[in-house]
């Protein structure tokens, strides 16, 4: 059997005419994941490698001693969350080095950044910052410490130079402040 063109034409005419109202009826198309918040490009100064000559007290991995951490900003998911990945080097007076991983978004909501933090020890924290202020960077947040009580925690970035900060975390125990780690971090080559 032989279909003339106008058949065809016309066949091709229905078939688009019935999914335009198809489309139409579905409603509008969802829309492309939202860009990432220009407020977290605050963070985009961390991005990059990074080492770092450190200190760390006394906790679950051993006594106090100094260590050598190499630490890597990089954008993740979409370029909504900068995630930093700490990783120390095994020593003899650190043969249990510390690895971590940091994650910072910004919650346009409430107006602030948000973090969340793992370790090779099982602990995590949470915390939030409003941002730089001047040349510092704070984090106020808590955790969950080794007996499974809630503590809290500051972690201070301070700026020097586009290729040098500080990083000193505290802990809030028994209602004092103390330091538990201090970094001086130079941008990697």
Known sequence: MRVSRSAIFAVVGVVAAMCSIAVRASGPLPALPPPPP?????????LGNWQCDAWDSASVLGPAHKATTA????????RHWVVMHWSEERADDNPHPWSLENAFAY?????????????????F?????????????????????D????AAFRDT???HSDT????????????????DATLQCHKAP
């Open 164 to 179: 040098a900060f500080d990083f000193v975390t505290e802990l809030k125990l028994g209602g004092q402040w103390s330091k």
């Open 38 to 46: 220009g407020e977290l490009a605050q963070f985009d100064y961390f």
């Open 125 to 145: 924290a949470w915390g939030n910052s409003r941002g730089w202020d001047g040349s510092s960077l704070v984090i106020d947040g808590e955790y969950d410490d």
């Open 107 to 123: 919650e346009p909501a409430k107006k602030q950044f948000v973090y969340v933090s793992r370790d090779n020890t099982g602990a």
């Open 157 to 159: 970035y301070v700026k």
């Open 147 to 150: 007996a499974g009580q809630r």
């Open 71 to 78: 630490i890597t900003f990089e954008r993740e998911l979409g």
